[in-house]
Each structure stands twice: as structure tokens, then as C-alpha cells.
């Protein structure tokens, strides 16, 4: 897709703190890809981004640098940062998530479960949290894919798309904080969620003034969330949220509405350089969804403690190509069953029927969910007698009870307010496998 950035990925895939993983690969590499994709990563600068820009913009920025440092302070592979003036895009970084791309791309290509990438992100940081010196798995020979991925056309152009637009999105974000002169040492997490939207508002109006689409930008964050998640555990939900709010960069449920509520304003300007601009308009409608549907779970605790569950007890050898399947975090084929997964619910109401995607997850008799309704997230808590969920929920300042009953892989009820069981409307609840989960 874009020609520079393309080369770059070119490059870093030629070859496959406590939590620092620079050891992944070595230095010499490091240093040689910190050389090759820093010219072609500001050749893409300054003859794609910079012409976006208007001329108070262009001014504000004049004196930017941008340097390719071999990683970054922590030897994190998510670092991507700025002091003031300075942007660093470390060869760690860009080597790694290319790396990533290429993988995902591959084992996509050829029908494989592409959730072992997300994994195997969690394994990692779990191993270098483990060991600050043990050796680190691989990422191609770990995930089973071949030296030669990138041979393949359709790996090829999926995998620079993802790299090539991700790659522009971090560095015009970084820009949008140079350019609204944000502190990097801010503390107040308030003031550092409202930093990181500002930034994220920046990058996607570039890319919209460019008309791309901005594909590839769900699979980073999916990974740079596991990689904050997996690895650590919690005592309380209190510690996970002062966690969150210490992170430079935290994937929140504000950062991925705002970014939906952004490209939903102008799916037809993100389409503009298509061939069919009707068709990625509604590409960009249902990408714009697909931030809306990730962000009640951003922050979950309920997903939180599933994912890093998921990944204490991950072993190399479940990190190997499988069939792929629809996958939801915590749960396998193997403990799959009733009141547990990823479920879209289509439910009735005095006003209407709405449709929900809700995520339950069971242990034992007892069942905990989150789930969307436009703008508001909403929660469930309830015990299991047979085949029968009594449950109570709560969605914003509305609460009520309701129960269900299974039916295959789908289960249906009814639902009431205050302490009712039924009398506000009924539901039935279909479990999303890959065909109807995917687009």
C-alpha cells in the first residue's frame, strides 16, 4: 500500500526491565533495521503526512525530529513515544509488531487461528517476566510460521497494510502530541486519558484527510492490550483500574469510542481514493463498530482476569497452527458450555427491539457479563440451576433481574426492572461462532 513504509516492513522481516524483551533479537539486527526503516519511515513523513497538513500545523511541527533508537527506556516492543520535540519509533517496536503482521497475516492466509498471535504476546511478557535473562521464544518458530511468509502475495499485502497504516497512525498520534504541546510526565490519569483522545483525534484526522481507512489499527491494540493484561495479575479490581490509569498508553473503552465516533462521522471522506468509495464507505462503517464493540471489554475486569488465567496456563505447544475457530479470551472448545462465551442477544422492550453482544463467563454455577447498548456498557451477575440463569443487571442507573434457559447453542428469557424477573420484554441469544463473528 504505501510504498515506503512497505520497503520498511521489507526490511525488518528479512529475519525472524523484568519485562524487557529486547534480547528477542539481536542487536546487530536491531541496529541495522533502526537504519533501513528510519530512511523509509521519513521519506513516508515527509511526502505523505507532511502535504496533510495545513500550515499552522506544518509550523507547529517544523522543528520535530523523529529517531530510531534500537529500543526504547524499558525494552518494551510497544514503545512508540515523544519527549516534547523528539518522536522515537525504536527498531524494537517496528521489528516486533512487523513481525506480528506477518504472522497474523499467515496464518490468516492459510485458515489457521489467528487469536495464537494475541497469545503468544502474552506468553512473552509472561516469560520475560518469569526470567529476566532465560531466552525468549521467537515469534515465527513459536507460532509455527515458515521464514518464507512473506513470500507469499496475500500474506505480503496484508501484512504491509496492517504495518504500513498502523505505523502512520503511531507516528501522526505522537505528532498530535507535540502538536498540543502535551507533558509527557503528566500523572493525573484524567488529564493523561484526555492526552492520549486528543492524540488519537489527531491521527485519525490525518489519515482521514488522506482517505485511508486506518486497517490494521484494531489488530495493534488487540495486541498491546494482551501484552498489558497477560501477564500480571491483580488482587482487586481497585489495583487493575490504578494500573490502567499509570499506563503512557492505555487501551481504554473512552480512546476506542472516540476513535469510532470519529470515523463514523466521515465514512465517505476514509473511503475518497477507492476505486468503490460505496463499498469502503460501509467498510468504514463496520470498522468504526468494531471499536464500538471492543470498548466495553477495554477495561474489564471480567475479561481482565480471563485473559491472564488463559495465559498462566498457555504452554508453546498451544501456540502451534490450529483450525481455526471463533475464540473469546479464557475460553477453549475444550471448556466451552452453557452461559459461557460471546453471544449476540436480540432483545425486546416497550420502545422496541435492540440487538447486544454479550460476553458471559462462567465458573461453576456462577456467571458474570458485560455487554454494549449504543453508548451505555452494561453488567450481569447471576447463578445457574440446571439449565436455567437467574440474573441480575444494571446498565447505567437502570437495573433489574431476569432468567434464561438454554436451547443448544443459544439460550432465550425474559427480562424485568427493579426486582422482576419478566414484564420488560424477552430476548434469545445466539453463541457467535467465526462466520457470523467475522466480516
Known amino acids: 500500500m504505501r510504498k515506503y513504509l512497505a520497503v520498511a516492513l521489507a526490511f525488518i522481516c528479512s529475519v525472524a526491565l523484568a519485562q524487557n524483551v529486547t534480547r528477542l533479537y539481536p542487536r546487530e539486527k536491531l541496529e541495522a533495521d533502526a537504519a533501513r526503516s528510519g530512511e523509509q519511515i521519513k521519506a513516508e513523513y515527509q511526502e505523505t503526512i507532511l502535504p496533510q497538513l495545513n500550515e499552522n500545523e506544518r509550523s507547529a511541527l517544523s522543528a520535530v525530529k523523529i529517531e530510531f533508537p534500537t529500543s526504547g527506556p524499558n525494552g518494551d516492543p510497544f514503545e512508540f513515544y515523544t519527549d516534547g520535540n523528539t518522536i522515537y519509533l525504536p527498531a524494537l517496536s517496528l521489528r516486533f509488531y512487523a513481525d506480528l503482521c506477518v504472522a497474523n497475516a499467515w496464518l490468516n492466509a492459510h485458515e489457521f487461528d489467528g487469536t495464537t498471535v494475541r497469545d503468544y504476546v502474552g506468553l512473552l511478557f509472561r516469560e520475560a517476566a518469569a526470567s529476566p535473562r532465560a531466552p525468549l521464544p521467537p515469534v515465527f518458530r513459536t507460532l509455527g510460521v515458515p521464514d518464507t511468509a512473506r513470500d507469499e502475495p496475500a500474506v505480503k499485502n496484508r501484512a504491509d497494510r496492517n504495518f504500513a497504516n498502523t505505523i502512520v497512525f503511531l507516528l501522526t498520534h505522537e505528532l498530535g502530541h507535540v502538536l498540543k504541546k502535551h507533558r509527557p510526565d503528566v500523572r493525573d490519569p484524567n488529564q493523561r486519558r484526555a492526552q492520549e483522545i486528543a492524540a488519537d483525534a489527531f491521527a485519525i484526522e490525518v489519515m482521514r484527510r488522506m482517505g485511508q481507512l486506518p486497517l490494521g489499527l484494531e489488530f495493534w491494540f488487540d495486541v498491546e492490550r494482551i501484552r498489558h493484561v497477560a501477564p500480571l495479575k491483580f488482587p482487586t479490581d481497585s489495583d487493575w483500574q490504578n494500573y490502567l490509569a499509570s499506563l503512557k498508553h492505555p487501551v481504554s473503552k473512552e480512546r476506542l469510542e472516540a476513535l469510532a465516533a470519529a470515523i463514523e462521522a466521515a465514512p465517505e471522506s476514509f473511503a475518497r481514493i477507492q476505486t468503490d468509495q460505496a463499498l469502503w464507505a460501509a467498510r468504514s462503517k463496520m470498522f468504526a463498530q468494531m471499536f464500538r ?57 416497550p420502545a422496541g427491539t435492540d440487538v447486544i453482544d454479550l460476553l458471559l463467563l462462567r465458573d461453576g454455577d456462577d456467571v458474570r457479563g458485560a455487554y454494549m447498548k449504543q453508548n451505555l456498557s452494561g453488567s450481569l451477575e447471576g447463578k445457574v440451576s440446571g439449565s436455567v440463569l437467574h440474573f441480575t443487571w444494571s446498565e447505567g442507573s437502570a437495573h433489574g433481574g431476569g432468567k434464561a434457559e438454554t436451547q443448544a447453542d443459544a439460550f432465550h428469557g425474559t427480562w424485568g426492572v427493579g426486582e422482576a424477573e419478566q414484564g420488560g420484554g424477552e430476548f434469545v441469544a445466539e453463541r457467535q461462532k467465526k462466520e457470523s463473528a467475522q466480516q
Open 293 to 349: 464493540l471492543a470498548a466495553p471489554f477495554a477495561a474489564n475486569s471480567i475479561a481482565r482476569v480471563a485473559e491472564y488465567s488463559r495465559v498462566r496456563e498457555l504452554r508453546l505447544a498451544d501456540l502451534k497452527p490450529r483450525k481455526a475457530a471463533f475464540s473469546v479470551p479464557g475460553i477453549t472448545a475444550s471448556t466451552a458450555q452453557d452461559f459461557n462465551g460471546l453471544f449476540r442477544v436480540r432483545r425486546t422492550a
